[in-house]
């Protein structure tokens, strides 16, 4: 037995870190700061059209996960999400904050509001600001969640609480992140080498290396250019360009990240491109407020240029 300890111990200590796995990915070449500009945006045809009618959740469906969160990530058996709900549950409610009507997310129990509307082609436009409450098991950790778009399939298909999808991250420090939500979703993207960041330590960078997102690999997400959220307790606004299966994620007038490639892929290896589908606005451990969601049709994608 100590022998076998040992040899374990061994083998964890000589297998490569993150870094150096990251490193064999994207190269040696350093995610240095890069200050991305928005170009050539289009003249909208027509206004924005509100999703959030400021009254109440017409149009929202709430899916919830397990009522212990913390069993989100793990192979519980018997465990049994809560589902689908349109009703009142202390869990998401319209309320009243700063003078105006939001959609409340409590956070405490996981899981998502989701759009009714099959959207494709779009710039979708939301403000948010964090609560002061956080809830176990992220209640020392970071305020996260998420604005995840060209969502398809089953509502408990990804641990039980989402559906899959392509995420634009809403976490301090890290919003506008793109991650793979499923294990069947693919993002491609362009990344560099950033030893400072934890679980994977690649920035995107334009210019830089082409990766995939795949979740379940080491490059599951891939972390924006730069952080551009505004201190706690303002309000921030995302901008989400999608255009066929590419996007751009935008916070607070700065663009973070541009992905392409949208896809799942069938258990055969057929790679489909993801094009289309609903929205979920998460719930994961952080009180938050989200208002003024709002989508229009767009013909092509704006273009981003880093500032010289």
């Known amino acids: ?15 490569p870190s993150p870094v150096d796995q990251a490193r064999a990915i994207v190269g040696d070449a350093p995610a240095t700061a ?5 170009t050539d945006m289009s003249p ?12 109440d959740l017409t149009g929202w469906e709430t899916w919830l996960g397990y009522p212990d969160p913390a069993v989100t990530y793990r192979d519980q058996p018997g465990a049994t999400p809560i589902g689908r709900t349109r009703a009142t549950t202390g869990d ?71 559906q899959p999808s392509v995420e ?25 080498l950033d030893p400072a960041l934890v679980s994977p330590p690649v920035r995107y960078r334009m210019g830089g290396t082409p990766v995939e997102i795949v979740n379940g690999t080491l490059i599951w997400n891939v972390e924006n250019a730069r952080d551009a959220e505004r201190p706690a307790g303002q309000w921030n606004t995302l901008d989400l360009y999608v255009l066929g299966d590419r996007a751009v994620h935008v916070v607070n007038g700065v663009p973070v990240m541009v992905v392409e490639g949208l896809a799942t892929v069938a258990s055969d290896g057929t790679r489909t491109p993801l094009t289309h589908g609903r929205i979920q606005l998460q719930s994961e ?19 981003v240029a880093v500032k010289r």
Do not use: C
């Open 1 to 15: 037995m100590k022998a076998i300890l040992i040899a374990a111990a061994l083998a964890q200590a000589t297998a």
């Open 285 to 303: 451990g952080a009180e938050t407020w989200f208002r003024r969601v709002a989508v229009q049709p767009i013909d092509r994608l704006p273009q």
């Open 168 to 192: 634009f991250e809403i976490m301090t420090g890290s919003t506008g992140m793109a991650v793979a939500v499923g294990r069947d979703v693919r993002i491609r993207t362009t990344a560099a």
């Open 92 to 162: 998401v409610a319209v309320k009243m904050i700063d003078g105006a009507p939001a959609l409340w997310v409590k956070g405490q129990t996981w899981g998502a509001i989701v759009h009714d509307a099959d959207l494709r082609d779009y710039h979708l436009r939301l403000e948010y600001r964090w609560g002061d409450k956080r809830w176990a098991p992220r209640a020392d950790k970071a305020p996260n969640n998420g604005l995840l778009y060209h969502t398809n399939g089953a509502p408990s298909a990804v641990f039980g609480t989402w």
């Open 44 to 55: 909208p045809t027509v206004p924005m059209r509100e999703l959030f009618n400021r009254r």
């Open 34 to 38: 890069q200050t991305l500009l928005l």
